[in-house]
């Protein structure tokens, strides 16, 4: 089991920055991709930006060019930048990693809010 501890959400006003942080313990040797989502209110939850063990990064079209994924494998730990923010930006981020022979693990989620 892999637990997954987030950081960093809050409010900001549009056009600001946040950045989110993800602590991952456990069995984190089965981890190969983390990455973060979002819900809306009245939304899906849906892909915001992953990163592999090698590195390769992914992004969802809508944050590409604002948002920024990177990892400290040395702390176990996923970042998320985020740059220029939008109100359409606001929701719950939950840090997710996927993992050899096992189901996915999910964090409790952090709120971010754009408003001004």
């Known amino acids: 089991q892999v637990q997954l501890v987030e950081s960093g959400g809050g409010s900001v006003q549009p056009g600001g920055s946040l950045r989110l942080s993800c602590a991952a313990s456990?069995?984190?040797?089965?981890?190969?991709?983390m990455g973060w989502y979002r819900q809306a209110p009245g939304k899906q939850r849906e892909l915001v930006a992953a990163i592999s063990n090698g590195g390769v990064t992914n992004y969802a079209d809508s944050v590409k060019g604002r948002f920024t994924i990177s990892r400290d494998s040395a702390k176990n730990t996923v970042y998320l930048q985020m740059n220029s923010l939008k109100p359409e930006d606001a929701a719950v981020y939950y840090c997710?990693?996927?993992?050899?022979?096992?189901?996915?693990?999910w964090g409790q989620g952090t709120m971010v809010t754009v408003s001004s």
């Open positions: 456990g069995n984190i040797h089965r981890i190969y991709i």
């Open positions: 997710n990693a996927q993992e050899w022979g096992a189901p996915d693990s």
